[in-house]
């Protein structure tokens, strides 16, 4: 019988949640391409993503290969007698697989991260060693995942003469590292928003987007604690239905691409929920009466607010114009053609060098996502 000719509901369940999410993801990306290449915004964050994707599909394909001719989810009383090399080998190219897929979703987000918050020095150099230590792990972990029997046979074909890693304790150490480097990402945006003075809804908001990566490390841990049962576990304690928690590496690198994009869906959200994700009116009045004051507070507008006090006092009882207009306001401030030119001007008010207050972050924040 063809491994692919057997089945049974825990090994179907397996397989729908590998084929869903990648679904799932792919479908987020595509929106998420879709708002920055009309905005004209696509960057080296949203390159690593899409990378991401496509090995994200790959491994999809792995992954189903890999849990039909391993049997998961199969009673071990109906697996029937097979050659494992299969098996081993499709489980082979997962591994080789997974860590590159997260490494270039942290490296999209710290690039994405780097963009709105990097004019800080400090904030900056966070970014760049993290992201650093990130693609120097991804590279690392290839290298080694790859290499962790030589000859490279030996992997999937135990009579081959060789050695090996101790493997449990790798997985393990992968496993952890990859937990470690989420934390660090997930730090910056949560103490960058917790310092802006914006309205709580719209921080709470903010940082609800930037925050769901907290659901991929949910779920990295959850696969570590499964992945230690499996490796330092007697096989005898196991679940004796098949190790259908294979399934959480799809889940958890699939969940990091769309908590990666979900930034970037904000215009989204923003037509959907705009009292949440939305510029208030009372930022932008308050943003206004900044302009104003300032304005006033400069040479130009305390000489007009002059001219216009002096022209308003130069009235007679009967409301004829004591002086003319061209008396009231000398020629030299008056353009050739005699008509008063008035310039709007914007002002753009940062409390500390490098660092934006909330309307001017929520501003950056709206141009990017």
Known sequence: MSPLDLSSPDQNITITIVIVFPVVAFLVLCVRIAGRASSRQFGWDDGLACSAMVLSILETYFSFMFIKTNFVGINPEDIPLHDPTPGLVWNYTVQILYNPILGLVKASILLFLLRLFGQKRRVRQYILWVNTANVAHMVAVLIIIVLQCIPIE????????????????????????????????????????????????????????????????????????????????????????????????????????????????????????????????????????????????????????????????????????????????????????????????????????????????????????
């Open 154 to 369: 030996k992997t999937w074909n135990f009579s081959v003469p060789g050695r090996c890693v101790d493997r449990p304790v790798l997985f393990t150490t992968i496993s952890a590292f990859n937990i470690l480097t989420d934390v660090l990402i997930l730090a910056l945006p949560l103490k960058i928003f917790i310092d802006l003075k914006i309205p709580r809804h719209t921080k709470i908001a903010l940082m609800f987007l930037f925050l769901l990566g907290f659901i991929v490390t949910i779920m990295s841990v959850i696969r570590m604690v499964l992945l230690i049962q499996g490796l330092f576990m007697p096989p005898s304690s196991l679940d004796p239905d098949g190790n259908v928690g294979f399934a959480t590496s799809a889940i958890e690198t699939n969940l990091a691409i769309i908590t990666a994009s979900a930034p970037a869906l904000r215009p989204l959200l923003r037509a959907w929920f705009p009292r949440l994700f939305g510029v208030t009116d009372r930022n932008q009045l308050a943003g206004n009466t900044m302009g104003r004051r300032v304005l006033g507070a400069s040479p130009t507008g305390r000489r007009l607010a002059r001219m216009r006090s002096q022209q308003s006092r130069m009235v007679r009882s009967d409301g004829s114009p004591r002086l003319s207009e061209e008396e009231a306001f000398p020629s030299a401030l008056l353009p050739p053609n005699g008509i008063m030119q008035r310039s709007v001007v914007h002002i753009h008010y940062e409390s500390n060098p490098g660092v934006a207050d909330g309307s001017a972050l929520e501003r950056r924040v709206e141009g990017f996502v």
